[in-house]
């Protein structure tokens, strides 16, 4: 059974660069052919994709966040973290970690992946 768990802190100044990891216990994040992906949901809105690390190590973000967003790996913690730089309440949201493994679908769809987080709010405010 694969777990993943969210962590980071809750509450990021606006202009600050937001940091949360994901650790993966059950699976190992290299392990082909699965991707894992950072996702989010603002207050009353849809799911919101952010990018992904493959197993590979190669990484894909969303258009309109990309300029602003880093997603990278430690292999020996089998964990993975999102990085999202100069934050504006508009950010907030419950962000979410997931595994997937069709390059195909639609990411900010909840039923392209098998295993999710429970997810962490973070909220953006001075």
């Known amino acids: 059974q694969v777990q993943l768990q969210e962590s980071g802190p809750g509450l990021v100044k606006p202009s600050q660069t937001l940091s949360l990891t994901c650790t993966v216990s059950?699976?190992?994040?290299?392990?082909?052919?699965?991707?894992w992906s950072w996702i989010r949901q603002p207050p009353g809105k849809g799911l919101e994709w952010i990018g992904y690390i493959a197993y590979s190590g190669n990484t894909y973000y969303s258009p309109s966040l990309k300029s602003r967003t880093s997603i990278y790996r430690d292999t020996s913690k089998n964990q993975f973290t999102l990085q999202l730089s100069s934050v504006t309440p508009e950010d907030t949201a419950v962000y979410y970690c997931?595994?997937?493994?069709?390059?195909?679908?639609?990411?900010?769809?909840?039923?392209?992946?098998?295993?999710w987080g429970q997810g962490t709010q973070v909220t953006v405010s001075s």
């Open positions: 059950g699976g190992s994040i290299t392990a082909t052919y699965y991707y």
């Open positions: 997931a595994r997937g493994s069709d390059y195909y679908s639609d990411y900010a769809s909840k039923s392209t992946y098998d295993y």
